[in-house]
Every structure is written in structure tokens, then in C-alpha cells.
T-cell receptor, first 114, second 116 residues
Framework: GESVGLHLPTLSVQEGDNSIINCAYS??????FIWYKQESGKGPQFIID?????DKRQGQRVTVLLNKTVKHLSLQIAATQPGDSAVYFC?????????????FGTGTSLTVIP | DGGITQSPKYLFRKEGQNVTLSCEQN?????MYWYRQDPGQGLRLIYY???????QKGDIAEGYSVSREKKESFPLTVTSAQKNPTAFYLC???????????????FGPGTRLTVL
């Protein structure tokens, strides 16, 4: 029979608008976070990272905000472009975890409407 | 160009056959990883290796095997014991093996395995 997979959260934005993608984590000891972008059929690409001693970090058109109190991470993309359409997911690491292992979120699918 | 290569991009196999997925990196990274990605799920770690001739099981190692004979190479074999092998497989590497330091993991382009 047909197998149906889980559906990713989705976000649709108009070209030129700002996008906000959210990620919640559960481990209060997590202290390093990365946002990845994954285009269809491709491997994930690093966008930006942040350590727990920071609340905010900015890159080119992207900003990551970290709220350790509520264990929440967000990725803001300014002036969203069609090339930003992809799945975005967060990854977390923590001190003492062997092998530089990350745990990954399920992702949010961003669609930019021209 | 430096990077991680995975081959082939698409792979089809009959049920009951073992299949080996290739992963090569020329980034001089110590650590390498294999993940499985299924629709609507986060990446799940199959195996990782922090150094040549050593590797550790991840969260879903059953039905898989790996080797790390060279720093540059970390092939993954999907055996007939893996009950649901159809998935997108991603290889990654990082320049450190952990401890109290962190480094980004760099990903290859992935191999989509379909078992018929």
C-alpha cells in the first residue's frame, strides 16, 4: 500500500518580504547551534551558527536569534528571494558529547512566491 | 575544489542485496558521518568515525556497516538486514572529533537509494 510520510511545517512568503523560521530544542545543556539550508535533492549547506554565550548573530541577509530561557532559536531572512526556497533546519551540539555529534530538527519548507 | 563527494547520486537495488555507498572528502577532516534522511524527519545518525580505523554506532546502526581504512574515505554498506533501506543518505565530515570544541559538519550531495 501507499506509505505517507510526515509533512514538514511550511512557510510561504512573497519575494522581498522578510522570513522568520523557528526551531525549538529540548536540551538545556545545548550550547552550539547551526542553521542549514537544504535544496531539493541536495545536501545541507551551512548558513549561520551561534554559541550559547550570544543572543544574536548576523550574517549576510540572515540573522539568528537565540532565547535560552525558552529554548528557542529563530532564523530571519531579509528581503527573501526565490533562491531562498528550500528546507531550513537547525542543529544543536553540546559540550561533552563525543564525536562532534549534532542533533537535527525536522525542518521547515520555505517557498518564496515571485 | 575541496569538498565531499558521494556516488552514485541515484542507486537502485533489489531487495536482499547488499549495496555500498561511497563517500570521499579532500578537506583533510578527521571525523566523518553517515546520516539517513526520510521525509518529514530530521537527519538520523547511522555511524561516525573520529579517526582512521575507528568508528562508532549512531542511533540507527542496525542493518548497516562501515569501514574507515583511509582518512579520505568512509563507505557505508546497506545490508539485507536493514528492513527499510529506501532513503536519502548523507555523508558529512568535520575538522574536529569533538571534546569541548565544535565545528560545522560539511555535507556531501547525498545518494538516493531505492530498494525494489
Amino acid at each position: 500500500g501507499e506509505s505517507v510520510g510526515l509533512h514538514l511545517p511550511t512557510l510561504s512568503v512573497q519575494e522581498g518580504d522578510n522570513s522568520i523560521i523557528n526551531c525549538a530544542y529540548s536540551n538545556s545543556a545545548s550550547d552550539y547551534f547551526i542553521w542549514y539550508k537544504q535544496e531539493s535533492g541536495k545536501g545541507p549547506q551551512f548558513i549561520i551558527d551561534i554559541r550559547s554565550n550570544m543572543d544574536k548573530r548576523q550574517g549576510q541577509r540572515v540573522t539568528v536569534l537565540l532565547n535560552k530561557t525558552v529554548k528557542h532559536l529563530s532564523l530571519q531572512i531579509a528581503a527573501t528571494q526565490p533562491g531562498d526556497s528550500a528546507v531550513y533546519f537547525c542543529a544543536e551540539n553540546m559540550a561533552g558529547r563525543t564525536g562532534n555529534q549534532f542533533y537535527f530538527g525536522t525542518g521547515t519548507s520555505l517557498t518564496v512566491i515571485p | 575544489d575541496g569538498g565531499i563527494t558521494q556516488s552514485p547520486k541515484y542507486l537502485f537495488r533489489k531487495e536482499g542485496q547488499n549495496v555500498t555507498l561511497s563517500c570521499e572528502q579532500n578537506l583533510n577532516h578527521d571525523a566523518m558521518y553517515w546520516y539517513r534522511q526520510d521525509p518529514g524527519q530530521g537527519l538520523r545518525l547511522i555511524y561516525y568515525s573520529q579517526i582512521v580505523n575507528d568508528f562508532q554506532k549512531g542511533d540507527i546502526a542496525e542493518g548497516y556497516s562501515v569501514s574507515r581504512e583511509k582518512k579520505e574515505s568512509f563507505p557505508l554498506t546497506v545490508t539485507s538486514a536493514q528492513k527499510n533501506p529506501t532513503a536519502f543518505y548523507l555523508c558529512a565530515s568535520s575538522p574536529t572529533s569533538g571534546g569541548n570544541s565544535y565545528n560545522e559538519q560539511f555535507f556531501g550531495p547525498g545518494t538516493r537509494l531505492t530498494v525494489l
